[in-house]
């Protein structure tokens, strides 16, 4: 594996022709929450005390969801993503799609022996990377519903 990091890209070389067919390829990756406005990011804000906070969100347009994970990160490369998140738990966790599930873990060592917060969500429809988008932060909202019976809520930091 080499990776030029000034182009973002990695390329991956193996021992051998691969046969054709199905296959699957693992690759390890840590990304890192940044603070440069682009891939996985953490912006800083002051509660209604005027407290500092802290939340975490996603702009990945136009190359930048590779700063978040492994992924052919070009408009014309579509996919589904199922996207699950592991927080603290009193946390909030937002993404382009419904729940599927939220509940609680025992904490481990790793954690600090902390319960933590698993969120999982519907998986999206076929789309380019750059449009996947979550945000994790302690988060409150209002809510109403539409004439049509829709809820809509507006989340705020």
């Known amino acids: 594996i080499s990776t030029r990091i000034k182009n973002t890209v990695v390329t991956i070389k193996f021992s051998g022709e691969l046969p054709v067919g199905t296959g699957t390829l693992n690759v390890s990756f840590?990304?890192?929450i940044n603070g440069d406005m682009a891939g996985f990011?953490?912006?800083k804000y002051s509660d209604a005390s005027g407290a500092e906070k802290w939340m975490g969100s996603t702009q990945f347009e136009a190359l930048d969801a590779r700063r978040a994970f492994p992924c052919w990160d070009e408009p014309a490369r579509k996919?589904?993503?199922?996207?699950?998140l592991t927080v603290d738990k009193q946390l909030t966790c937002l993404s382009n799609m419904p729940e599927a599930s939220n509940g609680v873990r025992s904490g481990n060592a790793s954690s600090g022996g902390a319960e933590k917060r698993v969120v999982e969500f519907l998986p999206t429809p076929k789309m380019s990377t750059y449009l996947l988008a979550w945000c994790i932060g302690d988060f409150d909202y209002v809510a109403?519903?539409?004439k049509g019976g829709v809820m809509c809520r507006v989340f705020t930091p």
């Open 41 to 43: 990011y953490r912006s």
């Open 144 to 146: 109403a519903l539409t």
């Open 30 to 32: 840590k990304g890192e």
């Open 79 to 84: 996919a589904t993503f199922k996207l699950t």
